[in-house]
């Protein structure tokens, strides 16, 4: 792939005050980057309780462009926020991937998980007429999953909505999975938003090296 761990995490970790990583992120990291995600696993990504500022903030990654990573790094079968598709159609894409490519797909979760009355605080789409929950959409799905990537730290650590008195019983995707005893590891990337380079540097880091 002609760039080892050790430069990927040189060039993540040298950084100099005022440079950002995606500015020190050379055209050889996208070059390896497209070269890697060849058998590219797909994405989906969903949104709980959040204000999808992560969402936001990932699309003002610098360099690589957001087309880029969209277009030549991952494989972004759904995002709620920028698919152009909606609606049941949306929906049915997303279990047909996730059905297709158990164990293979890389769910990221933006937002928190509300499990008080049976998830019932954040409703997030229909299946043939029937409601789902942020907390079923999460745990069907994460537990098929290749790995999770809580991206904010809603989706880390619950972020604001779990604050006492956390009436809607809101928590982040790693203590979900503890409570429900779902194994799929979770990559834990907070921040109010998180950086975009830390979350395109994350996404590099699995594409690269598994
Ligand atoms: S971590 Fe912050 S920016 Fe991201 S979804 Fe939560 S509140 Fe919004």
């Known amino acids: 792939m002609g760039l080892t761990r050790r430069e990927f995490l040189r060039i993540c970790g040298g950084g100099i005050a005022g440079i950002s990583l995606s500015q020190m992120v050379i055209p050889e990291v996208v070059e390896a980057l497209e070269k890697a995600a060849a058998g590219k696993p797909p994405v989906l990504w969903i949104q709980g309780a959040s204000c999808s500022g992560c969402s936001v903030s990932l699309l003002n990654t610098v360099h690589p462009t957001i087309a880029e990573v969209l277009l030549k790094i991952i494989d972004l079968r759904f995002h709620p926020t920028i698919m152009a598709a909606d609606g049941e159609m949306a929906i049915d894409a997303l279990e047909k991937t996730a059905s297709e490519n158990k164990g293979k797909?890389?769910?990221?979760?933006?937002?928190?998980?509300?499990?008080?009355?049976?998830?019932?605080?954040?409703?997030?789409?229909?299946?043939?007429?029937?409601?789902?929950?942020?907390?079923?959409?999460?745990?069907?799905?994460?537990?098929?999953?290749?790995?999770?990537l809580a991206f904010g730290s809603c989706a880390t650590f619950g972020g604001i909505q779990a604050a006492k008195p956390n009436p809607t019983g809101a928590v982040g995707v790693k203590k979900l999975f503890d409570m429900k005893k779902i194994k799929t590891p979770v990559i834990n990337v907070p921040g109010c938003p998180s950086h975009p380079d830390w979350m395109v540097g994350t996404i590099a880091h699995i594409l690269l090296y598994g």
């Open 105 to 148: 797909y890389v769910l990221v979760v933006e937002g928190a998980i509300p499990t008080g009355k049976g998830g019932r605080y954040c409703m997030v789409g229909e299946k043939k007429g029937k409601e789902f929950s942020m907390l079923e959409w999460t745990t069907d799905l994460g537990k098929d999953a290749l790995a999770v």
